[in-house]
């Protein structure tokens, strides 16, 4: 039996820690999809664009060689996403475990039989380290440079 595994993430600026997350996500499965958060959803969710566009931040994700295959995520809903790809296993970095919206969707994916599966959060970067980084160098105020993006 094939064990679909799926790693949801903005992975924008891409880094150590996103590669780590999908490393660890394909050793415990034999398929991995990986959701890439869209720029609408990432507006809506974080009240931020991404540095780098969809388009590219799919091109980027499938051709890191843990990716069996990248989709772009457009809806809000976790378990929407888990009826049109059928995943077994769902990961996340270990900053959700214990929080609310954690426990939800442990909760959720239960009901469905969906693993949730937590990888530690790579401390070191952070594609919000990586953003304060770039504001600083384009001399942007953070306000201004949030209108930028």
């Known amino acids: 039996m094939t064990r679909i595994g799926y790693a949801a993430g903005a992975y924008d600026l891409f880094h150590i820690g996103h590669l780590n997350i999908l490393k660890h996500a394909k050793?415990?499965?034999d398929h991995l999809i990986a959701g890439v958060v869209?720029?609408?959803m990432l507006i809506a969710t974080k009240g931020r664009a991404p540095v780098v566009p969809l388009a590219e931040r799919l091109e980027i994700v499938q051709s890191v060689r843990f990716v069996d295959e990248a989709v772009a995520e457009v809806v809000p809903d976790k378990l929407d996403t888990w009826k049109k790809l059928r995943f077994d296993i769902f990961f996340k970095?270990?900053?959700?475990r214990g929080t609310e919206k954690?426990?939800?969707l442990e909760r959720e994916f239960a009901k469905v039989g969906v693993e949730v599966v937590y990888f530690p959060y790579t401390m070191t970067t952070s594609s919000t380290a990586l953003r304060r980084a770039l504001d600083v160098l384009t001399g942007a105020a953070p306000e201004q440079a949030e209108q930028l993006r």
């Open 93 to 96: 970095g270990d900053d959700w």
């Open 27 to 29: 050793s415990a499965c």
């Open 102 to 104: 954690g426990l939800r």
């Open 38 to 40: 869209s720029d609408e």
